[in-house]
């Protein structure tokens, strides 16, 4: 029994024309009544024919295959990639939210600044391990550039919060002002980025 590979490698010869094909020769050498000698000859000559033949297919299988596994690799990449810049952008909103409810400096620092400030500096530092030839596309490195830039900033926001002190209220809501534009460049930067996301996976696509 044929294992898959075998399977593709018949498969392009397997239809009704090509069965008639061959038994039509069969018709044709069988009315030339040739020698066992020319017939063994024909043999060799079909042999070397269809051998030729197969190590063309395979080859053309591996290179398919080649394609496809790093087809695969790539879509697996910017997938990755995209859930790590929508996390950024998830941490910027619920940042963004918590000033926009006016939130007490005190509240704020006991409740968000303790519990978030160390995972936005996990995505950041995630941001900054990513290759730029991992990207794909100038459009998608120049937005995620943007992304990151904003999200250092929104961190270094977070390091001067947490240096205030009770007198720092009016400080405060200057950052909270810098957060908030900041998230809405961010935002806007994520949406574009999803779009070009979506042409980098069709260009992929368009590669197998």
Same mark, same amino acid.
């Given at each position: ?67 496809? @596994?790093?087809?695969? &690799? $790539?879509?697996?990449?910017?997938? =990755?990639? %995209?859930?790590? +810049? ?5 941490? *910027? ?20 600044? @303790?519990?978030?400030? &160390? $995972?936005?500096?996990?995505?950041? =530092?995630? %941001?900054?391990? +990513? ?5 794909? *596309? ?25 240096? $205030? ?44």
């Amino acid at each position: 029994m044929l294992n898959d590979y075998g399977k593709e490698l018949f498969k392009p010869w397997i239809s009704v024309q090509n069965i008639v094909l061959v038994i039509a020769m069969i018709f044709v050498i069988a009315l030339l009544k040739l020698t066992r000698s020319e017939l063994a000859s024909w043999v060799q000559a079909v042999g070397s024919i269809a051998a030729i033949w197969a190590a063309l297919r395979v080859v053309q299988i591996q290179q398919k295959k080649a394609q496809e @596994r790093i087809s695969s &690799e $790539l879509i697996a990449m910017a997938e =990755s990639i %995209l859930l790590l +810049v929508r996390e950024a952008g998830m941490q *910027s909103a619920i940042l963004a939210s918590a000033v926009n409810c006016g939130t007490p400096l005190k509240v704020f620092r006991m409740n968000f600044l @303790r519990r978030n400030k &160390e $995972l936005m500096r996990f995505t950041l =530092s995630a %941001l900054e391990s +990513v290759s730029i030839s991992d990207l794909g *596309s100038p459009l998608l490195l120049a937005m995620y550039l943007e992304i990151s830039a904003a999200m250092s900033y929104m961190y270094r926001i977070l390091e001067e919060v947490n240096t $205030l002190d009770e007198d720092g209220v009016e400080r405060y809501q200057m950052l909270c002002v810098d957060i908030n534009s900041n998230n809405f460049w961010l935002q806007n930067m994520l949406k574009g980025f999803e779009a070009a996301h979506i042409t980098r996976l069709e260009s992929i696509n368009d590669f197998k």
